[in-house]
């Protein structure tokens, strides 16, 4: 069965740290783009982080670059985002995806075709 799995989400204090695991089954991560997105409340889904197949380049949104790490651990079948020095505004569900096989990594939504089901991260005092 072709799925992917999201957790490691919860509720954490502003300034502190979480990371998502991203898992797949059914099929290998690795030849494809992965991203991370997350949607709040009311908001349209924003793209957080992204990593290429291959030579694995990674992107990320402005507001998380240097707070939010993304990678891979091809051997476990697993993207990770490491997300550090949460702030309430991180609050979102979190969404993983994988694009169409082009591997080319982008924050763009409409580039991915295969979701999880999502994780939410509450960043709260």
């Known amino acids: 069965q072709v799925q992917l799995v999201e957790s490691g989400g919860g509720l954490v204090q502003p300034g502190g740290s979480l990371r998502l695991s991203c898992a797949a089954s059914?099929?290998?991560?690795?030849?494809?783009?992965v991203g991370w997105f997350r949607q709040a409340p009311g908001k349209e889904r924003e793209g957080v982080a992204c990593i290429s197949s291959g030579a694995g380049n990674t992107f990320y949104a402005g507001s998380v670059k240097g707070r939010f790490t993304i990678s891979r651990d091809n051997a476990k079948n697993i993207v990770y985002l490491q997300m550090n020095t949460l702030k309430p505004e991180d609050t979102a569900a979190y969404y993983c995806?994988?694009?169409?096989?082009?591997?080319?990594?982008?924050?763009?939504?409409?580039?991915?075709?295969?979701w999880g089901q999502g994780t939410q991260v509450t960043v709260s005092s």
């Open positions: 059914g099929f290998f991560l690795d030849i494809y783009a």
């Open positions: 995806a994988t694009d169409r096989g082009l591997g080319v990594a982008t924050l763009n939504p409409g580039a991915y075709d295969y």
